[in-house]
């Protein structure tokens, strides 16, 4: 057991870093730690939502062309509020052969081993560099990653960019290489309102909308029977595009004529499809919905659709040293895709070949009680260390 990497850790879980308070401090915690440890820093300072935020890049080793980009992100999904929780979820437990709390899986045990590697790594046999990234909002947005990647080569300075980077989002050790594209909308119906004895008068908004959930639905399924077997071995239990309805909120009270409704959407498409194509089918079909309720021919609803917020899909090619390092270091033999959006949306999107492999366990991420298993743990910074020395530190 190694205390050092279980203080980080405790430290990190400490902070509260849900995605919409400033994870500033936690940052500058870490900052101070790879600075310690010998490596150049920078932090990149974002205003996310009115709020201050900042993405760390660090780097160590000898400035040539190659080398490995190391990443997580250090913002949480939110505690209060999710039932379950029989645990303070800042504060870090060991129990049995488990550590609980906020972030243990996704991702703060991975900074930890980041750390820990850090420090424990020769930085004179750095061959290439070893470049730290941790990022602001991956849970929400991304859009610490989509800030982060294209400035790479002004944030380095004298480094090179590495074209390969490993995310170490919970996978048990498994290794992702592809993700679907994400987008989110919102669609709002705007009816008239008015007494509910009197339907005549008005248009129900919830009534039109339950019209526009029926014609993405189908287009829901349409997309679902289209299977890609292109895309069978990567996403097997749905190898086509994926749609969720999020969020509805509508109407006032029961005895009045529901003046809007508004609907949250989301979907994922395959890694060789437009990001945006469904959002234009989606406002295609929606602009062929009857806008009258059922109660009265009298009056329209409208339709909007707000902008869409999207994030690009990730596919990394086979072959990559990066991948063959990693599937010798976990004993895994074929890469497959992520149900999940990651940061290497962004990554990818600026030309790097990004791969998913980390320590903590998928089902945990997100869960009351989070909980990572102490073997991962401990294990995964002796892997780290092997992976960067085959990436960073071997000559040739
Ligand atoms: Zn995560």
Known sequence: MNSGQYETLERLIAFDTVSVNSDVPAMEYLADLLENAGFHVAMQRLRIAGVAQANLVAWAGEPRPGGLIISGHLDTVPAAGQPGWTRDPFRMELDGDRIHGRGASDMKGFLAQCVEAARAIDRARLKRPLVFIFTADEEVGMLGAQRVAPELPKLLGAAPRPDLAWIGEPTSFAVLNAHKSICAFEIRVRGRGGHSGAPE??????????????????????????????????FPDSPHDVMNFGIISGGLATNIIAEECSLKV???????????????????????????????????????????????????????????????????????????????????????????????????????????????????????????????????
């Open 266 to 396: 989301t979907y994922r498409s395959l890694p060789n499809r437009d990001p945006l194509e469904l959002y234009r089918e989606i406002e295609r079909r929606l602009g062929g919905v009857d806008p009258h309720d059922y109660a009265s021919e009298n009056h329209r609803a409208t339709i909007e659709l707000g902008r869409p917020v999207f994030a690009p899909a990730m596919r990394a090619a086979a072959g990559s040293a990066l991948e063959r390092t990693l599937f010798a270091a976990t004993g895994t033999r074929a890469a497959r895709g992520a149900p999940f959006a990651t940061d290497g949306a962004w990554f990818a999107e600026a030309g790097i070949t990004t791969l998913i492999c980390g320590p903590g366990d998928y089902a945990q991420a997100h869960q009351p009680n989070e909980s990572m298993a102490r073997a991962a743990f401990e294990r995964g910074t002796g892997m780290m260390l092997n992976v960067i020395e085959q990436m960073c530190a071997v000559s040739g």
């Open 201 to 234: 008068i008005g248009v129900n908004a919830i009534a039109v909308m339950g019209k526009a959930i029926e014609a993405i639905g189908r287009l829901q399924a349409e997309r679902r029977a289209a299977r890609d077997e292109e895309f069978a071995a990567l």
